[in-house]
């Protein structure tokens, strides 16, 4: 134990350790304008803090405003800008006592101010800090559960001691600003400004006057909009700001700066102020070749899961900085360019031959009709060429002041062609060649990568779909139709299932259900359930016995997945339906008149969680017209809103649905769906049986005198359905040989069952033993037995046995004609 402990304060005092050297490194520059904020990160990575923020009195001391955050954001947690001085905040306490102050739930659950934050396992700290003339403040938030160790005290001890500001936040009147500083008063518009701001913009520091006019006037009138935005108040919040802009210069290109500033509120006889610093941004940004933009486009590209989203990339990253009116992407299939992005994507934009080739949403074009295009794609190397050179229409047309074609390769291979053309006369610089070439190599391995992606992806889905049903089958006075779309977040196969069962009697069992995870297990054990919950459905248990033997099943497998279902049996004939719900969304239903419904009944825990679980069956009501839906979690939940909130949406489009048209309903519905998780969706429409059958049954007593009185019940109900004499003669031959054979045969209960629909008669006999009848290959003329099955064969029309529920089914159809004979 010794050692354990031993080992453990190792741990945490290397962790101390650790912060000091991070501390010692990025506070190795006073001057830098990022020294605050890289203090406050090491909070959140020596500490543990969610959120890190520094809050500095204000010029008449009344106020804590906020000078610096990292982290999380601040709205999340409800931190306000500015906290009074004087109040009972944590901030206040702190920096009025000189001392922490830490908070646990009970306390900030307590506070009108804090009880209604997001976790209920948040801590908060506010240490003083006594960096400038009045010090401050360091609060930081955790969400962790055990808050704030000591170890974690340490090293926020530590960072208190670190923190400091720029000089230019807390200034007064009358002191020379740093160099590369400045202080903008928001009423006058009169700007105080370093020597190096000066510099930068190639003026004298006698020459300028003072008004923040003069420096907006050297702007780029591209960049002056978003300049506006921060030096008019009306524009700007409280807080942090940081943009970069572009200055003109008397000679060369223009030059990137980059500001950084922050709003300080206004106080009694003291207007806001902007304060901040600017810095030259030259080094990142040095216009068209800029390493940052291709560095940019390589992380899109990577990010790109699609030929489409490459397109898009590509779209982003070269049309605007080169100036461009049209960049089209495309990808090569044999001979042919089967457009994949077009910018703009109005038709009109594009040559009339394009149009004459548009299929559908894209064109394609043929690469035999563009000879130069041809001969690019062949070379493998990027062209241009200006306003006036020869080309054919269907390329002279994209570009008419200057045509860049980007062949798209990834080693050997030909991917596509990017190409980007002006309608205004174009100058193609060095700087700009070097930029395409650069962006056509990164596009064609990324197409590459995106072609194979959608191919693999394909393969995952028709994975999928082949462990799913591959049609819906007919339902007697009802329509099902069912959609399922794959995640497109990765190459696993996930767990969604649905499934339509007929059942005898004219029931029908819907099922829907998702598999724990993405992978093949996840996938296998969904093919695994779905031919249980099938076959112990076929055997006519009702839906809690169903889906409890499917947990009981699962919990008897080898694996650690679970998985969730909804099991829903409905009666065709009556209307009406029981469902079972495991862990899963309940069904929504849309009634005739357009009203939803979303039955709020428990259910069940998913399936291999308990043994010994109850699933409760819930009754529902149907009328003719009214549409059930099924679906698993991928449709209705997403990181802005919870399930809840999803399924109120998901029934109130179906609300607004027409019901009449079940597969443009289900598109409807699964359109704009997140593709990070699969999405199985069953809609069934249940529209009433126009041709109700006639049932009776009859319980078979085991009596010697039992076949008599089956025939006997047989006869009875014939002429009550008005069945004519001349057809019994068949029936009756088929009652007394299924009733004959289960009592010599089987023990236990007999039940004989008819049902009538239309011209077709079906008897059904069922017994308690699941063993199934066999019928004699060949029987001898000297035999007593054995011809039964074969006489029952000669008469009907169909003959079968399936499970049932304790034993099983044997069964005969018999179609009467008109006439009533068989």
Known sequence: MANVVSEGAAVRGSRTMRAEVALEAVTADPASPERLRRVLEQAIVFAGAALAAVYTPGEDGGLLCLLES????????????????????????????????????????????????PSPDLHLAALPVHAGDGGGCLLLISERPDGFGTEDRRCLA?????VSWPVAAERTRGEDLPPGAFSLSMDTGRVEVGPHILELFGIGSGAFDGKVETLLGRTLPEDLPALMSVTEADHMAIGDRELEFRILQPAGPPR??????????????????????????????????????????????????????????????????????????????????????????????????????????????AVRDMPTLADA?????????????????????????????????????????????????????PDERALLTASAGLAGQALLRARAFDAEHELVGMLQRQLLPRRLPRLPGAVAVARYLPATGGLEVGGDWYDVIPLPDNHVALVIGDVQGHSTAAATLMGQMRTALRAYAAEGHPPDVVVSHANRLLMEMETDLFATCCYVDLDMEEGSAWYVRAGHLPPVLRHP?????????????????????????????????????????????????????????????????????????????????????????????????????????????????????????????????????????AVLLVVSELVTNALVHTGGPVRLDLTLVGHRLRVAVSDASARTPA???????????????????????????VPVSGGKQVWSELVLDSDGGP
Request: with cysteine; aromatic share 6%.
């Open 70 to 117: 990292a982290g999380l954001p601040r709205a999340l947690y409800g931190l306000r800008e500015t906290y009074p001085a004087a109040g009972a905040s944590p901030v206040a306490e702190a920096h009025r006592g000189g001392r922490a102050v830490w908070l646990g739930p009970g306390e900030l659950a307590a506070d009108p101010d804090w009880h209604r934050l």
């Open 593 to 729: 008149d357009g009203r939803t419904e979303i039955p709020g009944e428990d259910g069940g825990p998913p399936l291999g969680v308990v043994a010994q679980a109850d699933f409760p069956m819930s009754p529902l009501r149907l009328r003719p017209g009214t549409l059930v839906a099924l679906t698993t979690d991928g449709l209705v939940e997403s990181p802005d809103a919870d399930i809840d909130t999803g399924m109120d949406d998901l029934a109130h489009r179906l609300a607004l649905s027409d019901p009449g048209h079940l597969g443009l309903v289900a598109d409807a519905l699964l359109d704009g769906a997140r593709r990070s998780d699969d999405v199985a969706l069953l809609l069934m429409r249940y529209d009433g049986m126009a041709v109700r059958p006639l049932r009776e049954g009859w319980t078979v007593w085991r009596v010697p005198e039992a076949v008599r009185q089956a025939r006997r019940f047989t006869r009875r109900t014939m002429r009550a359905w008005g069945v004519p004499g001349d057809a019994l003669d």
């Open 256 to 365: 990137w700066l980059r500001l950084r500033g922050r709003l300080l509120p206004s106080g009694e006889g003291r207007p806001a102020r902007l304060v901040g610093t600017v810095a030259d941004a030259s080094a990142l940004r040095t216009g068209v070749t800029d390493v940052a933009r291709v560095q940019r486009l390589a992380a899109a590209l990577a990010n790109a899961g699609t030929a489409r989203d490459v397109g898009q990339a590509m779209v982003n990253a070269l049309r605007e900085p080169l100036r461009a009116d049209r960049v089209a992407l495309a990808e090569l299939e044999g001979d042919r360019l089967v457009v994949t992005v077009l910018d703009p994507p109005e038709p009109e934009s594009w040559p009339e031959l394009w149009r004459q080739e548009w299929r559908g949403e894209w064109p394609d074009a």
């Open 377 to 429: 794609l062949r070379e493998g190397r990027p062209g241009v060429w200006p306003a006036g050179a020869a080309l054919e229409p269907a390329l002279a047309e994209v570009g008419p002041g200057g045509l860049a074609v980007l062949p798209l390769a990834a080693g050997y291979r030909m991917a596509g062609v990017c190409l980007i053309g002006w309608t205004a006369p174009h100058d193609f610089g």
């Open 775 to 801: 019928k004699p290959t060949s029987i001898g003329w000297e035999a007593t037995g054995g011809r039964g099955l074969l006489l029952v064969e000669a008469v009907s029309a169909a003959w079968g046995s």
């Open 158 to 162: 530590l960072i208190a001691d670190a």
